[in-house]
């Protein structure tokens, strides 16, 4: 469909009622009633006393009151379908009874006491999460958030190698701390004070925005809509970055090197794949340099990239090291980094690793709930089935609009690309973006952003999601891009 449709064929699209808000599907829950600060008492002291950051979605930010599920409600009672769970974090879904009844347990018997003591929740969790990883993952390391996972990696890294220089892909988000805002190379994260000492940047394989990609590129049951004469085993787009990946090596780092992060799906920069067999020949480039390979799985692990458990093993690769946040605990702040034995030893005649809260009780308690639902509530699965769903059905509403440039991902972790035009893929200016996904809010839908331009909507709801509410949301989604076409040609008429 051609964006310089005539104004004529927007206003008969209208008359026939293709964009009427589309119906939400049925929630037996009933939040409670807000009885909370005014919103414009919450506008006004975030103004005054939050950090001046403008990190809030919307000019008139969302106040939220209560989850269950996949649906979360605002302070005036309306409900939304939540496709975003709070940055790919909710994992089995917003205030999981079975969760919620383990943390209540948990609660009412021991909260804290740190490391200096043991704790049997501490130790079930470690022994449940480490079955999950294969030989010879077998030691974790707890922390309270995916960067300090990241800092201990880095750290971890340079011990065992003895070498400084770590390499993160362009695009790459690791964290926010001062240590590991070297990895994160997406620009409004690039820190104006002097930082990322040993860290080096290398072109990220983005077979959509970047220089290479072809017709079956990614691990995704939707390619790019770019051609290619590659056979079915061979991917010239693979060896061109492959080729990248050597001159980095090559030019900009040392001879031998500590390591290698890389997300399997990168999430922040808006769920980018890289070519099939990528990081299996780039992690081989980086042992040959003696160092090791960080498999960030904040966003990508848990079940939610359908095939698999983790994200690694979409890749059919084995890292040294595996660092995760955010699903672990399906909101509750906790994460962790997994490694070897020999690395764990290596980090421990540098440092004595300690911290306060890491493995608390409390949260290694709800780590075992969280990892038992995905297993009983077969959310991996669901995710696979419902995540593939969705993305066919977002692969139509590519071919239908020209300014849906890319749809991707595996599971429920999915990207739009919007774009000018399919021609160019020049990202779709911020304002007009904007205004989609205030369309899709106003609908009843949540969804994330992401991409250096904002330019790419992401999708990651909990892993509870059903068909139901992927029609919902796909059809809130095509009727907000109806709506932006309209008023495009209303523009232009
Ligand atoms: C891939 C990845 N790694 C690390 C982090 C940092 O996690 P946190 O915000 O918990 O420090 C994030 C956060 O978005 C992430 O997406």
Known sequence: MC???????????????LHTKPRMPPCDFTPEKYQSLAYDRVLEVHRLHLPPVPTAYFPKPLLLHQGHMEWLFDHEGNRYLDCFSGIVTVSVGHCHPKVNAVAQKQLGRLWHTSALFFHSPTH?????????????????????????????????????TNRTDLISFRGAYHGCSPYTLGLTNVGPFRMELPSGLGCQSTMCPDVFRGP?????????????????????????????????????????????????????????????????????????????????CIADEVQTGFGRLGSHFWGFQTHDILPDIVTMAKGIGNGFPMAAVVTTPEIAKSLAKCMYHFNTFGGSPMACAIGSAVLEVIKEENLQENSQEVGTYMLQKLAELRDEFEIVGDVRGKGLMIGIEMVKDKMGRQPL?????????????????????????????????????????VHFAVEVFRSALIQHMERRAQQNS
Request: charge should be positive; include cysteine; proline fraction near 6%.
């Open 124 to 160: 079930e969790f470690a022994e449940k999460l480490l079955a999950l990883l294969p030989e010879p993952l077998k030691v974790i390391f707890f922390v309270n958030s995916g960067s300090e996972a990241n800092d201990l990696a880095m750290l971890m890294a340079r011990a065992h």
């Open 212 to 292: 290479w990609g072809g017709s079956h590129c990614r691990d995704s049951p939707v390619q790019t809509i770019r051609k290619c004469s590659c056979a079915p085993d061979c991917c010239q787009a693979r060896d061109q970055y492959i080729e990248q990946f050597k001159d980095t090596l090559n030019t900009s780092v040392a001879k031998s090197i500590a390591g290698f992060f890389a997300e399997p799906i990168q999430g922040v920069n808006g769920v980018v794949q890289y070519p099939k067999g990528f990081l299996k020949e780039a992690f081989k480039l980086v042992r040959e340099r003696e160092g090791v």
């Open 3 to 17: 964006p310089s449709l005539s104004r004529a064929f927007w206003t008969s699209v209208t008359k026939l009622g």
């Open 429 to 469: 200016p911020q304002e007009e973006v904007n205004q989609i996904h205030e369309d899709c809010k106003r609908m009843g839908l949540i969804i994330g952003r992401g991409g250096i331009f904002a330019q790419t909507f992401r999708i990651a709801p909990s892993m509870c999601i059903t068909k139901p509410d």
